[in-house]
């Protein structure tokens, strides 16, 4: 990775008007600009309030509490300062038209302030990837996985893995570089081997957690069952809206609808279903009833409202519900009665429903990965697997080879330009 010498500036902080607007400066020239505009500058890290005036007209644009960084203690390596504005539209404006017009200042674009901090070594690619998610957080669970990757919970596993490689790969480099020499200790191949394959395990039980992605895209939830068995009406109860149509004549929804909703820190996506009928004439009724089967084999849970058996069994974790319980008798062993009208059931099925989401997402304890971690985890638990699984040092050397450029790639130490600019382009400007 390059690095840009150029200087630049942007908002920081949310969107104006806001009580307070963060102008953020990182570059060669931050702090001769911020003298430029406020004067002589407080101490290093410390807040003095000044005056914030144009470097040509010398017009006051604000009295602002104004913050030095000096590089590299600052969060992107490089000089920094920091203007604490009123926050209103003219008064970010005329700063920025005041920064626009110091030689060798631009505007920064989207994430420019972080990829500058990857590139000096403040944040490594997992935990910058961490802080995006961080922005992007609406949850609870959310805030926890991405918050753990900013403190480089992912970074520190990596770490040690990578150091472990690097001593298994040691040894096998010794024996084939020096096994003729008398004072190298020959480590038995069996023994690196069972070196490997420990690694190779550790990786697995990590692959096994939920990623990170599902805390983000929520768990998608799917009604299902015959025609009129009170699926939108289901649905509509369940986010709090008018989502879906609701009528009595069998066959009103056609096609899926979605709704999405949080509850008790968990991120949902609630799918509405056409009704499955046994057979139809109606070709729009059999697409609806075909997209239907593919909303239940893609569900991560299964809410299935008829009276007969679901129709997918094993597949993901399925709630039996016994719908519209106020006008019917006791339902049968191992059915949830409700009644959407009365509400009857619904704080059971809600509990019913936590306890098998809860499952299909990461813990607060486990290192959660995202789809690119996991992939590159993947590359790396394969070239483990082949190595434990041959007697050719030779073979063994190069998947252990193939196996550190995997894990390198996870923090960024290789081969990350190609995906930069997709991470980055999601972060706010000022970040």
């Known amino acids: 990775m390059t690095a840009d010498t150029s200087t630049i500036f942007a908002v920081a902080s949310g969107a104006p008007p806001a009580a307070i607007a963060i102008m953020r400066i990182s570059g060669p020239e931050a702090l001769a600009a911020g003298s430029l505009i406020a004067g002589v500058l407080p101490p290093a890290r410390q807040a003095g309030l000044r005056s914030l005036r144009h470097p040509l007209s010398g017009l006051l644009l604000d009295r602002a509490i104004v913050i030095a960084f000096p590089g590299p203690a ?189 509850r008790d820190g968990i991120a949902y996506v609630l799918t509405d279903t056409a009704g499955l009928a046994a057979a139809t004439d109606d070709p729009i009724e059999a697409i609806g009833i075909e997209r239907a089967r593919e909303a239940m084999a893609s569900a991560d849970i299964l809410v299935w409202l008829g009276d007969d058996s679901p129709p997918v069994d094993g597949v993901c974790p399925t709630l039996w519900l016994w719908p519209r319980a106020d006008e019917r008798p006791l339902p049968p062993p191992g059915r949830l009665a409700i009644s959407a009208r009365t509400g009857d059931g619904l704080a059971a099925l809600w509990t019913a429903i936590a306890e098998a989401a809860v499952t299909l997402l990461p813990r607060e304890d486990q290192i959660a990965l995202n789809q690119r971690q996991r992939l590159l985890c993947c590359d790396c638990h394969e070239a483990l697997v082949q190595a434990a699984g041959v007697d050719d040092l030779l073979i063994i050397a190069e998947q252990l080879r193939r196996a550190r450029l995997a894990l390198d790639q996870i923090t960024g130490a290789t081969h990350v330009e190609a995906m930069l600019d997709a991470l980055f382009g999601r972060f706010c400007i000022g970040k």
């Open 74 to 262: 600052s969060a992107t390596g490089e000089d920094m300062v920091e203007f604490h504005l009123h926050g209103g539209r003219a008064v970010i404006a005329a700063v920025a038209d005041a920064l626009q017009g110091v030689e060798g200042l631009r505007p920064a674009v989207a994430g420019e302030f972080t990829r500058r901090a990857l590139i000096a070594g403040r944040i490594d690619l997992a935990g910058a990837e961490g802080l995006g998610d961080l922005l992007t957080a609406e949850t609870e669970g959310q805030r926890r996985a991405a918050m753990a990757a900013v403190e480089g919970v992912v970074s520190r596993a990596v770490t040690g893995w990578s150091s472990r490689l690097v001593m298994i790969s040691a040894q096998v480099e010794s024996i084939l570089d020096f096994s003729d020499e008398d004072d190298v200790d020959e480590t038995p191949i069996d023994a690196i081997r069972e070196l490997v394959s420990a690694l190779a395990g550790d990786l697995a039980s990590i692959l096994a957690v939920p990623p990170v992605e599902r805390l983000r895209d929520g768990v998608r939830l799917v009604l299902a069952g015959p025609p009129n068995s009170g699926k939108s009406t289901l649905l509509n109860v369940l986010v709090g809206r008018a989502a879906a149509i609701v009528s009595p004549i069998a066959g009103t929804t056609r096609d899926r609808i979605e709704a999405a909703i949080i």
